[in-house]
């Protein structure tokens, strides 16, 4: 069973910026996909970015050029930097492991959520 422990969520100001860390169990990390999803107050769940165990990456339109998904396969980590961040950012973010089915990430297995809180 593979465990995904997310850190790094918090509150923070209009154009400031966070790292969320990912820190998963297993040895299979490495060849995995692995992505990062959102969920804010009355909103459907929404994946935000994902990449490929050869570091393909995809994100929504929303973030692009603010959001930097990574992953440090030495480490077992995945980490999304988030930089000028907005209040529509708010959100809780969750870790993911997944399969890519052509160009589409499916999740599998779920961490537990960080919050991340926009606002002055």
């Known amino acids: 069973q593979v465990q995904l422990v997310e850190s790094g969520g918090g509150l923070v100001q209009p154009g400031g910026s966070l790292r969320l860390s990912c820190a998963a169990s297993g040895s299979i990390f490495s060849i995995t996909s692995m992505g990062w999803y959102r969920q804010a107050p009355g909103k459907q769940r929404e994946l935000v970015a994902s990449?490929?165990?050869?570091?393909?990456?995809n994100y929504i339109d929303s973030v692009k050029g603010r959001f930097t998904i990574s992953r440090d396969n030495a480490k077992n980590t995945l980490y999304l930097q988030m930089n000028s961040l907005k209040p529509e950012d708010t959100a809780v973010y969750y870790c993911?492991?997944?399969?890519?089915?052509?160009?589409?990430?499916?999740?599998?297995?779920w961490g537990q959520g960080t919050q991340v809180t926009v606002s002055s």
């Open positions: 990449i490929t165990p050869t570091s393909r990456t």
């Open positions: 993911t492991r997944g399969t890519m089915r052509g160009t589409t990430y499916l999740p599998g297995s």
